[in-house]
């Protein structure tokens, strides 16, 4: 057993138990009161999951086990002092519940690096048995469904495992499917995009900077973003839709490849993660209507009030729990003002965060009028060379695989059990709030 997995366990153990105590003498103890328009409006501050990983503050934003994103650039191994963190780092982090030291985070990359190498070539069969012209994200979630003929959890399932000892078989899983996504990411990029001109991996690379060599990207720039990037998508608490979705089907005592498959799936929606290719489009299409690249501000109302008035929203802008201005954007714009300011994209998307807010605010109906991670994602990649907006979600996904897996696994320390809420017809919610017309 690797050293990750001693430790993980007897860390788990207790907290496992303490869960199953705390369940037994507090079982039945209130916790929260539910309005009709909580469920209506898509079970918005419901509190029904127990995730780990991380947390969000409306106000704040996300914490990874207590740190916040300039805490973790902060805190957690970095290659070179000036650069940024290290996603293994933040993988150790969340499984974990410690900072990891530089050793941690070798031994995380060296053992991705290595299981990276085994992907089975059907894998391959079935992304290349699919059209180009298919949605990368088509291709990527077929990839890793592709990848469960791996599977240990289901091998051991099917052995007859003692259910104690689930987590074992989906760290192995998670382990694997982690280590194999930017492989899969990088290949139907170079498929899709650079005509099946694919690069081999660099085993003596950091998992990120090995998805920006694969994908074409050998400077140390592109290097440097890929890591952040790969960092901030990293996990967003329990409840948005890919976490939720990935949690939901692994509680089925689905392996990891289903369940984070289904979680893709939710990352695909434009309300979600395809959100950030869908802001590209906008300001595309903004540059084309307006032929300039550099709008002036009235310019930019005009346009973003026409996409108001048509009943579309403005993709990278709200969100179902912040607040304030997502931290994840603050952390890009912050990258981008060091090292790209004069960007024609960024100037564009500093004068979008002039004037979008106020005319969301005027809606009077929009919760939280600020921007989200995605409203410059997509413009800092773009900026950097990596110009192909549809494989933008993908991106998300790989970063996306290490909170909702990391936390797939604590979910089979805890032994939770299949999640399986309550639903009413129409009639029994007239009745319960005693409507009369
Ligand atoms: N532009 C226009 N209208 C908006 C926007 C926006 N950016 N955000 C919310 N609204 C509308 C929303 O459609 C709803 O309208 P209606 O009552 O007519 O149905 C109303 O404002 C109230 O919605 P909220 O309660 O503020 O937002 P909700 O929690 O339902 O949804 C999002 C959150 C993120 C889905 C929503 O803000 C949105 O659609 N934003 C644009 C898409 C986007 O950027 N998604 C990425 C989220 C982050 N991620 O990466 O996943
Ligand atoms: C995310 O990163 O998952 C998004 O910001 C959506 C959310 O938290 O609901």
Redesign the pocket.
């Known amino acids: 057993m690797d050293y990750i997995k001693e430790k993980l366990i007897s860390i788990g153990r207790p907290q496992a138990e303490l869960v199953k105590k705390i369940q037994k003498d507090y079982g039945n103890k209130v916790i929260q009161e539910v309005t009709l328009d909580q469920v209506f ?2 079970m ?1 501050g419901v509190v029904s999951l127990l995730t780990c990983t991380s947390k969000l503050d409306p106000e704040e934003g996300i914490r990874f086990r207590g740190y916040s994103i300039p805490e973790l650039r902060e805190k957690l191994p970095k290659i070179k002092e000036d650069g940024e963190p290290l996603p293994e780092g933040l993988f150790y982090l969340m499984l974990i519940g410690e900072l990891p030291s530089h050793e941690d985070v070798k031994f995380i990359s060296e053992a991705w690096a290595k299981r990276a190498q085994n992907i089975p070539h059907h894998v391959f069969d079935v992304i290349d048995a699919l059209p180009k012209s298919a949605h990368p994200m088509i291709q990527f979630n077929a990839a890793i469904l592709a990848m469960s003929t791996e599977s240990h959890f289901r091998r051991a399932y099917l052995s007859g495992l003692d259910k104690k000892e689930y987590w074992d078989p989906m760290y192995e899983g998670v382990m694997d499917l982690i280590s194999r996504l930017p492989v899969i990411a990088a290949y139907i990029y170079r498929r899709v995009f650079h005509n099946e001109k694919y690069i081999d991996p660099d085993p003596s690379l950091d998992w990120s900077g090995n998805l920006a060599h694969m994908m074409g990207f050998d400077s140390e720039e592109v290097k440097r973003l890929m890591r952040l990037y790969m960092v901030i998508h990293a996990d967003h608490e329990g409840g ?2 890919s976490a939720h979705t990935t949690h939901l089907v692994g509680s089925a005592l689905s392996n990891p490849y289903y369940s984070f498959s289904a979680g893709m799936n939710g990352l695909a929606g ?4 395809m ?2 290719q ?2 590209m489009h906008w300001l595309e299409r903004m540059i084309d209507e307006l032929g300039t690249d550099a709008p002036s501000t009235e310019q930019v109302r005009a346009y973003a009030q026409k996409t ?1 008035s048509a009943g ?9 729990v912040l607040r304030k201005t997502d931290p994840r954007f603050t952390v890009q714009l912050d990258f981008a003002n060091k090292y790209i300011p004069e960007a024609p994209l960024i100037q564009l998307v500093k004068k979008v965060y002039e004037v979008v807010p106020d005319l ?1 605010v005027q ?1 009077g ?4 009028p600020w921007p ?4 410059i994602s997509g413009s800092l990649l773009s900026s950097y060379g990596i110009t192909e907006y549809p494989v933008y979600t993908m991106l ?1 996904g790989v970063s996306r695989a290490l909170g909702v897996l990391t936390q797939l696994i604590w979910d089979r320390l805890y032994g939770l059990p299949i999640e399986r809420p309550k639903s009413q017809t129409l009639d029994w919610f007239i009745d319960k709030v005693g409507y009369k017309e």
């Open positions: 409006a898509g918005r948005n839709v434009p309300l979600h993660g959100a950030n869908n802001v108001l579309n929203v403005i993709p990278g802008y709200g969100h179902a969301l809606t109906k929009v919760k939280n989200n991670v995605d409203a998300f």
